[in-house]
């Protein structure tokens, strides 16, 4: 008999989640082996953290399960494993900084708070590749300025960030001053909430703001050189927030790699790409066509030369990026294609045994 669900419901599950379960519990029969859903809390290498409707256990997971399993995914599991993932509704991905591959993050969040610490200064271009995956994962994007409290003008901060990325909500914060944390209270409620950003930007601070819980996350300072701070979150983690929803804090990204679809670059920088509908060619470059609506823009002073730039740039990252990936999953597919030619080569050779 199946346990119930209801300790779930404080993590995400719902009646989608329970249709998904049985079509997959379904699929599982044959195996015979007693099975419950649950959620991925954390991975440890070999072994995740999962809650289950009787409470949290570690679990290896099975080698035959595709995809491989990360924090957020709602799976099945037996008394000894992990055995299948449930359909994501929505994955939250970078380019591995390693290899040509995509990393899988956290799955199935509504939300990307892209954490930045106001004791340093913003950088745009990351703000926006955060922003990118975040729209390309199907989630939307929340800019977060924390340490409101450490800066002269947090305003004037929080305004420029806004124009940049139109659209995006942005809330400065203070755990010191609670500034800003009711609203993040409201637009977690309910649902999942990734925190990304560099190590320093306050994030495991904010999470235990919101979890309520002051050991929930490890905090650490910041050097005073240069506002870097340590690692001092080791792994992703999802927490259950008292006013409902979830929030998985991460350690800090050195890079935000982009490993996304054209729709993500248009969701930010929507300004551009509203303009480009209006352009006489469909694939304007906006690099002297004829025509362009872009140009025009910009022309008369409507929209800023660097809102261009910016669509260039990310384009051109996204589009070398999907390049190189191609490249190295052709080298993969060769050395494999070669190493299956050499083994039937062999065995043709081989003398007949007598």
């Known amino acids: 008999m199946e346990p119930s669900f209801a300790a779930l419901s404080a993590y995400g599950w719902n009646d989608r989640w329970a249709a998904l379960y049985a079509d997959a519990v379904e699929q599982q029969a044959d195996s015979g082996a007693a099975t419950r859903a649950a959620r991925i809390v954390r991975h440890d290498g070999v072994a995740v953290l999962l809650t289950t409707p009787t409470g949290t256990e570690s679990l290896p997971v099975m080698g035959k399960v595709d995809p491989t399993p990360v924090v957020g995914d709602w799976v099945v599991a037996t008394d000894q494993a992990v055995a299948a993932v449930l359909p994501r509704a929505s994955l939250l991905r970078r380019q591995d900084p390693g290899r040509e591959a995509e990393q899988p993050l956290v799955a199935n969040i509504d939300a990307v708070f892209i954490t930045c610490g106001l004791d340093r200064a913003v950088k745009p271009g990351r703000v926006r590749r955060a922003s990118a995956l975040a729209w390309d994962a199907g989630a939307v994007p929340v800019v977060v300025l924390t340490k409101a409290d450490l800066s ?203």
């Not at 679809?261 to 004829?290: K, M």
């Not at 993969?332 to 045994?353: C, D, F, L, T, V």
């Open 152 to 354: 002269a003008d947090p305003d004037a901060s929080a305004a420029e960030v806004g124009q940049d990325l139109p659209g995006v909500d942005v809330i400065s914060t203070s755990v010191v001053t609670g500034l800003g944390l009711d609203a993040l209270r409201a637009l977690a409620r309910d649902k999942t909430i990734v925190l990304l950003g560099e190590s320093g930007a306050g994030k495991s601070s904010l999470t235990n703001a919101l979890v309520g819980d002051a050991d929930a996350a490890a905090t650490g300072a910041v050097r005073s050189g240069d506002a870097k701070g340590r690692h001092t979150t080791s792994s992703r983690q999802l927490h259950p927030l008292p006013s409902g929803g979830v929030l998985v804090d991460t350690p800090g990204l050195r890079a935000i790699g982009l490993w996304v679809d054209e729709d993500a670059i248009a969701a930010t920088v929507e300004d551009v790409e509203s303009l480009a509908e209006g352009c006489r060619f469909s694939d304007c470059t906006h690099n002297g066509e004829p025509g362009c609506a872009v140009a025009a823009a910009i022309a008369a002073g409507e929209l800023p030369a660097e809102r261009l730039e910016v669509w260039s740039d990310l384009r051109q990252e996204a589009e070398s990026a999907a390049r190189r990936a191609d490249a190295h999953a052709q080298r993969i597919h060769e050395r494999r294609s070669g190493r299956m030619a050499r083994e039937a080569q062999r065995r043709k050779n081989r003398p007949p045994e007598e």
